[in-house]
C-alpha cells in the first residue's frame, strides 16, 4: 500500500472515529434520557467515556494486533495534545476562567495518575495487576466526581441538554449508537492499518506516528467540544473536559491492559512520558495565576506543543 493511499484510509478513519464517537455519545445519552437517568450519570459515564471512545477502540485493536507503541503512543500523546493543542486552543479564542475545585480537586488527581501511570510503566510491561489499578483508580474518580457533582446538579442539567440535544424515540437512538459503534470500529481499524502502513513506508516509528497522528486524530471530540465552547464562553465545559479526558485515557489504558498487556519501549520512558509529566504540571501554574488561562498563556501552550512535534520528528 502506497503512503499516499494509507493517508487517505488514514483521514477517513479519523473522521469515522469521530462520527462514530458523537453518534455512540448522543445516542446513548438521549436514550438515558428518555428511560429517566439522572443527566450527573450519563455526564460521568456516557459523556466522559463516549469522548474517550475513539482513544479506546484505537488502543484496543492496536494491542489485539500486537502493536504497544501505537496504545501507548496514542495514550501519552492524546494527554499531551489535550493540554497543549487543545487547552492552547480554547484560551486563544477565549481567556478561561478557573473553577477552584478544579485547582484544588481535579488537576492534582490528574498529576498524581500520570505519575503513577509512568511509575508503573518502569517494569517495561503494564499487565494485569496494573491495569486493574488504573482502572480501579478511574472508578474511584468517578464515583467521587458523581457525588461532588450532585451539589450543581442544575447547573449541569443545562449543559448537558445544551450538549446532547433532545430525543424521544427510542429506535432513532439505538440507531445511533449501532451506527456509532459501527464507525468507531471500523475507522479505528483503517486508523491502526494505515498508521502502521505509514510508519512502515516512511521509515518512521509506530510510536512516531500514533504519538502524533493518532492522538491529535482521536483526540478530535475534545478539540471540536472546545471550539464550540469557547466561542459560548462555556469555560467550565473546556477545562472540565479536558482534565476528565486525561484521567479517564489513563483508566481506559487499564482497561486495555487487563484484556492484554502492553509492552513499554524503553525509550519512551526517557522522552514521551516526562513530557506527558511535564505538560500535567504545567497545567498548576497557568490556572492557578489569576485563576484563568490567557490567550498569551494559551500561546505558550501552543508552542511547547509544536516544539514537542519537533522533537519527536527530528
Do not use: C
Request: charged share 10%; no cysteine.
Amino acid at each position: 500500500m502506497s503512503v499516499g493511499v494509507s493517508i487517505i484510509l488514514f483521514v477517513i478513519g479519523i473522521i469515522m472515529l469521530f462520527l462514530g464517537g458523537e453518534g455512540l455519545v448522543k445516542g446513548a445519552s438521549r436514550l438515558g434520557r428518555i428511560f429517566g437517568i439522572s443527566p450527573v450519570v450519563i455526564g460521568l459515564t456516557v459523556v466522559a467515556f463516549g469522548t474517550s471512545s475513539p482513544e479506546f477502540v484505537v488502543s484496543l485493536i492496536a494491542v489485539l494486533k500486537g502493536s504497544s507503541d501505537i496504545v501507548l503512543g496514542n495514550i501519552i500523546g492524546s494527554n499531551i495534545s489535550n493540554i497543549g493543542l487543545i487547552l492552547g486552543i480554547g484560551a486563544l479564542i477565549s481567556p478561561l476562567v478557573i473553577q477552584i475545585r478544579l485547582i484544588k480537586v481535579e488537576v492534582p488527581i490528574m498529576i498524581v495518575l500520570s505519575l503513577i501511570f509512568y511509575g508503573l510503566a518502569w517494569s517495561l510491561n503494564i499487565g494485569l495487576w496494573q491495569g486493574i489499578f488504573l482502572f480501579g483508580a478511574l472508578i474511584a474518580f468517578t464515583v467521587y466526581s458523581y457525588f461532588g457533582s450532585k451539589k450543581e446538579s442544575e447547573h449541569i442539567e443545562e449543559e448537558f441538554k445544551e450538549f446532547v440535544g433532545s430525543g424521544n424515540t427510542v429506535w432513532k437512538q439505538v440507531l445511533f449508537i449501532v451506527l456509532g459503534l459501527a464507525g468507531l470500529v471500523i475507522g479505528a481499524r483503517l486508523v491502526v492499518d494505515s498508521a502502521i502502513s505509514i510508519a512502515r513506508v516512511a521509515g518512521v516509528s509506530e510510536l512516531v506516528i500514533s504519538i502524533t497522528a493518532v492522538a491529535i486524530g482521536t483526540s478530535l471530540p475534545e478539540l471540536a467540544t472546545t471550539i464550540i465552547a469557547a466561542i459560548r464562553k462555556e469555560h467550565d465545559i473546556i477545562v472540565g473536559n479536558i482534565i476528565g479526558s486525561n484521567i479517564f485515557n489513563i483508566g481506559i489504558l487499564g482497561v486495555i491492559s487487563i484484556i492484554h498487556p502492553i509492552a513499554v519501549d524503553s525509550s519512551v520512558l526517557r522522552f514521551e512520558f516526562p513530557v506527558m509529566i511535564f505538560f500535567s504540571l504545567l497545567v498548576l501554574p497557568v490556572m492557578i495565576t489569576g485563576k484563568r488561562v490567557s490567550r498569551l498563556e494559551g500561546l505558550l501552550l501552543l508552542v511547547l506543543y509544536a516544539a514537542f512535534i519537533f522533537m519527536v520528528f527530528r
